[in-house]
């Protein structure tokens, strides 16, 4: 889902690869070829941003990959983009009632195209803000998009934030958090570099702290981690801060929470992946206060990862979930998961599926939606080869998979998902031979 930037919300932005093949089913081959997508206009990191819609590579401002709406995507033939070079990230916002999609280049090119009801899919020029190498997101101003990702000239693994209005920028420098221009202290919080500064509907912001070297698993791009989070209000004022800490010899691993309500208060809690050298990963739900409500089972070993995806209404009745990917670069596997009492319970998982490229900063490769329009909830992610899209279901018979999507190479991007302002869910995906495929709704 992409949140509209309302007065009172605020928008966030902030060594191996191992191989985790059929081709896509009659492609759309109706797309303009890269050569004649007009050149990427490059702005300055300090010319201020105005923005009313903002589009994110882990789909919402909180964390949570999980967007509302409906696809029909194993009856939806995609769209095919011919890339001049391996895409890297793609990212959406909507836009007159379809979708505007910028894709990331390898060689650090930005191409854009246009989805709307009805027309041909049609190329974009999108306008740049930042040169780093992290996830971009993308914002429309005054119906133009506009491309922002890091800076070189401060912290390239993670995007600044705008928050409140009038939008006034948010940024991570040295482990500290800055508002605006104007501010030379920050907060000091020994954020990583790679963290990402979640929000809320209240403008609220919620971001890891404490980086520490003290797990050097180096899963996901670096060996360091988190050793706690904070949450601020939109003024980002130490005095009102809330801060948790995991034990002594525990790390967060991951560069965000998902902050979204598991317990079905109308509150949110704060989830995240606790690592340590002697049990592994479990998932560990705190509320806002930073008092630990619920713990998962630990893998049982150091040196293995759980993949923190989604929160939403995966139960087959409804009910609400918590899902991941148990070590996704050996032979992976889906896990649903629910609170009961003080512990989280699993209650259902499957194996066979990959969320992550070992040592890779994306962790956005899979999503959570009602994918086919039947009214449930499916997790999206590639099978191990990413050679194909899986919709993993938990049915009243457990974890299956429902469906699936071929592709024509290897996934090489996150899933962009965004939900139209008329309530459909189109998804894209970039793969290593050069190629962006868009699922959209039927035209």
Known sequence: MNLPLAPSIASIFVLILIACGETAASPTETVVPATSIPPTQIITQSEPVDATVAGFTHVRTDGNRYATGQADLPNTTPDVIRTSAPPVWVVGVPYQGGVIWATVLSDGS?????????????????????????PPVLYLQDDEPLLLQSSASSWQLSPPTYVGQPVIEASLQNGKLFRGADDTTGVDLGTP????????????????????????HGVIGDSIESSGFALLDSSLDRSSMITASVESESVIEGISPIWADVDGDDGREIIVTVSN??????????????????RGPAIGRGGRW?????????????????????????????????IQGDELVQTASVRGYSSHRIGSRNLDMAAAADFDGDGNVELLVADQHGTRLAAIRHTANGAEEVWSLNLSARLATNLGV????????????????GTVLIWRAPQ
């Open 110 to 134: 930005v191409v854009g195209h246009v989805s709307q009801p009805g027309q041909a899919l049609e190329t974009k020029s999108i306008s740049r803000q930042g040169d780093g190498a992290g």
């Open 193 to 216: 570099e790679d963290a990402r500064i979640l929000t809320d509907e209240n403008g609220r912001v919620l971001v890891l702290t404490g980086a520490t070297e003290r797990y050097p």
């Open 277 to 294: 050298d002697q049990v592994g990963a479990g998932l560990v739900v705190y509320n806002e206060p930073g008092d630990v409500i619920a």
């Open 306 to 338: 759980r993949h923190q995806i989604a929160v939403a209404p995966f139960g087959p009745d409804g009910e609400i979930e918590i899902v991941d990917v148990l070590t996704p670069h050996i032979g992976g596997i889906v896990e649903f998961f629910q």
């Open 418 to 433: 965004v939900t139209t302002d008329g309530g459909a869910i189109e998804v894209a995906a970039g793969l290593e031979d």
